[in-house]
């Protein structure tokens, strides 16, 4: 007798991952052919798309913000695309400059939208700076601010648009240009201003009666769950987990008033949550550390270790004069830079993934590091796969990134990024002024709520993914099918991974998988029982053909380097082990 099971996750195309929810950053593609489609822009796919991963699908509450702008303050043949602050936006239009020499400051020019004077001055908007700096730009150059909104990630959140969307349609969020005088924000230090410290919980919210009142339209929305007044203590646990000082499971009251977690902490000298920063998501770290560490060494070429995240490599090739690409991140590279560098050559940084994504291959960072201590460039080290629970990376780095949207926040909710600074490092008087000097704050306050509350749980769930990640790499491994698995602990580099482990610490919750033929590929995914769509670290596990998603228009090139086509990755999250293990299984047993 045949059971028949009945799927689980089998979403329809487009539907929000997780489903209704409206800030969700991802996006469901649940076949091999709906991913090649969405990529091929078939209307049967991009019809049905509710949402998509913020960088690449443009929120819709956003896209609904900037129309009405343009409606407003823009001409008919033109486009908008937001920011969070007016250095953003200026940014953006040196890319359109730099690409677009002939274009000039009417076809390409800002708009700030700051609160009306008298709402400026409350306590509350001086918390959540619900300003809009927006680049009107020609509509035929579309393509180019989806470059930079893509590659920067600097551009709003959809939270942001909602709430600013709502002041503006109210009249409360005007042009700058028409306040008399204009409005003038107190930044204070350009790190968190004085009003929003660790005290600022005790400080009660005035102005209740004011008009377009941000705490009452908050409240009305989330059913009184967010109190913005705690936006700062919330940005402060961020970072003290980010650092590994906070680990407890605790109500936010409760979190900011413990000890430091002294296990957890990373083991580096002077180290502290001061050294972290939060950015809007992973990529603006990647972006602004690129852009900083730039500045500070000039116009040198820098180093891209290993097969990248795509927008890694794709900010060393245009924000900049190029990069040496080492596409296998492999001893024999580590050779012809060596070489390069006793030549004479000179980089300002080196940028690798710990691991990389998606063969999980690991850098040898102590060779890395000591070369760039001789020959004077900065290492950068995105840890977002491994995650600091898992392994030690600051030793041997200046600057270590992570997209905190991932596995530190878990719920698919909301996007983060951080960057921090390795006190112990070789450069690191000269990083710490170059920080604090341009660093603005652009996490939006209701953001940070959220994604304080989903990290309060981060240790037990990395515990659990690693465990579950193992589970899913033996079921692969002992498939016949199954070409070749990558995953940390069964790589040929899982010596520099043990080299940075931490005691106690897993391979993480990241693998990938290929197959003998796209055929059988095909039939594994299709059969999967999973959610399926772009993005990695969600609590529930998420599968997706990545190159094809990631890399479709060079999959040729991708191939030179070992990345295969028809590879299928897999974030593996918090459900039953046994239960992970059938959905696998039966998979593999559809090839059959």
Known sequence: MTVTVVPENNLEIGESIPPLTVHAVSVSLPTWRANVGYEEGEEWVLSKMKTGYPRFFVHKSIQQFATAIVERYGRP??????????????????????????????????????????????????????????????????SLAKAFWQHSGDGISSRRAEYCYNLFSNGALIDEATLEPPSRFCKGPKRYQKRTSIDMKSEKLNSA?????????????????????????AKIAIRRRIAGSLTADVDLSDAIHLEKDPQRTRNVIGFSENDVYLYPCGMSSIFNAHRL??????????????????????????????????????????????????????????????PGNPLLKSPDLERIHSLAYKYDFYVVVD????????????????????????????DSNVMGGSVILNPSGKHYDTLKRIWEEDYEDNHWAEDSIFLERNSRDFVSRIERINANAEAICDVLNAH????????????????????????????????SATFFSKQDAVAFFDNLDTVKGPSLGTNFTLSSPYVILAHYNELDWCATYGVEADLVRFSVGLEESSKLVAIFQRALDAIQ
């Open 77 to 142: 043949d033109e486009q908008a695309i937001l920011f969070p602050s007016h250095s953003i936006a200026a940014r953006c239009v040196a890319f359109f400059k730099q690409q677009v020499p002939e274009l000039d400051g009417e076809q390409v020019r800002i708009l700030d939208l700051v609160p009306l004077s008298e709402n400026a001055r409350s306590k509350e908007l001086s918390i959540i700076s619900p300003r809009i700096s927006t680049v009107f730009f020609p509509q035929s150059k579309s």
């Open 480 to 511: 016949p099918c199954v070409k070749q698995v990558n995953y940390p602990k069964h790589s040929p580099t899982r010596a520099f991974y043990d080299k940075c482990r931490n005691p106690g610490g897993g391979y993480g919750g990241l693998l």
């Open 383 to 410: 840890e977002t796969v491994g995650n600091f629970l898992n392994v030690n990376v600051l030793p041997y780095a200046d600057v270590v990134v992570s997209s905190l949207t991932k596995v530190f926040s878990g």
């Open 293 to 354: 560490l730039l500045a500070a060494k000039g116009p040198l070429e820098s180093i891209i270790y290993g097969f990248p995240y795509i927008d890694t490599l794709k900010i060393a090739q245009k924000f900049g004069p190029g990069c040496l690409f080492y596409g296998f991140g492999s001893s024999e590279e580590l050779d012809d830079l060596e070489k390069r560098l006793e030549g004479g050559q000179r980089f300002f940084a080196l940028f690798t993934e710990f």
């Open 209 to 233: 009666s004011e008009a377009q009142d941000p705490t009452r339209f908050v409240e009305e929305r989330f059913g009184r769950n967010l109190d913005l007044s705690m936006t700062a203590n």
